[in-house]
């Protein structure tokens, strides 16, 4: 299994953007693909975005789409979520995610390491 670090959340007002960032341990990263999810207070974790192994190939949840980029860099180890135009509904705690194939996936379950969580709070 891979480690998993987030970074960068906090509290931003609507229309504002955050950079969140995930670093991973070991060797052989671009063997995972990426994903980030979400959950909201009383809600489910929702899936956000994920990225193949290379980062030639991205997905998004509808609610990012248009507004969140995910990208990786696999010689720093690392995973990245450039958010914008953020708003209310945005607030949650963000969770970064490897799955043990470099095809990326929105299923959660197809996840088998996730990170701690960083919390990101946008205030209208």
């Known amino acids: 299994q891979v480690q998993l670090v987030e970074s960068g959340g906090g509290l931003v007002q609507a229309g504002g953007s955050l950079r969140l960032s995930c670093a991973a341990s070991?060797?052989?990263?671009?063997?995972?693909?990426m994903g980030w999810f979400r959950q909201a207070p009383g809600k489910e974790r929702e899936f956000v975005a994920a990225?193949?192994?290379?980062?030639?190939?991205?997905y998004y949840g509808d609610s990012a789409k248009g507004r969140f980029t995910i990208s990786r860099d696999n010689a720093k180890n690392t995973v990245n979520l450039q958010m914008n135009s953020l708003k209310p509904e945005d607030t949650a705690v963000y969770y970064c995610?490897?799955?043990?194939?470099?095809?990326?996936?929105?299923?959660?379950?197809?996840?088998?390491?996730w990170g701690q969580g960083t919390q990101v709070t946008v205030s209208s």
């Open positions: 990225i193949s192994g290379s980062g030639g190939s991205t």
């Open positions: 995610a490897a799955r043990g194939s470099r095809r990326y996936s929105k299923l959660e379950a197809d996840f088998g390491s």
């Open positions: 070991g060797r052989t990263f671009s063997s995972y693909a």
